[in-house]
């Protein structure tokens, strides 16, 4: 499963970064390749083509802020959660995005 996605947090600095690496290191460990846009207080990085975006099977958005570019991922399977949701259980979070796309 190909996934993409978005993290961001009302400050910007340390739970944006933190739900990023705990989605990459759940989304590898589970074999599915995946990719998590920062939008952080420093601006945006690891910023999602769109390649990545259009072969993406799903997009988390795990923020606790309005995301700029959102509209990128319109017609795309979302799973939107707060920071906290991806920091505290990212292989749950992972495991329903899964859940999801078996759901097509």
Not at 45 to 63: C, K, M, P, R, T
Request: with cysteine; hydrophobic share 40%; aromatic share 2%.
């Amino acid at each position: 499963m190909k996934i993409v996605g978005v993290a961001a947090c009302t400050v910007g600095i340390a739970h944006t970064y933190i739900a990023q690496e705990k989605l990459e290191n759940a989304g590898k460990k589970a074999g599915h390749e995946i990719h998590i846009e920062t939008q952080g207080t420093i601006g945006t990085e690891n910023e999602l083509s769109q390649e990545q975006i259009d072969a993406a099977d799903i997009v988390i958005i795990a923020a606790d802020v309005k995301i700029a570019g959102k509209e990128r991922f319109e017609g795309k399977r979302m799973i939107e959660v707060t920071t906290e949701i991806a920091v505290k259980s990212p292989n749950k979070l992972i495991a329903k995005a899964a859940e999801v796309i078996g759901q097509k």
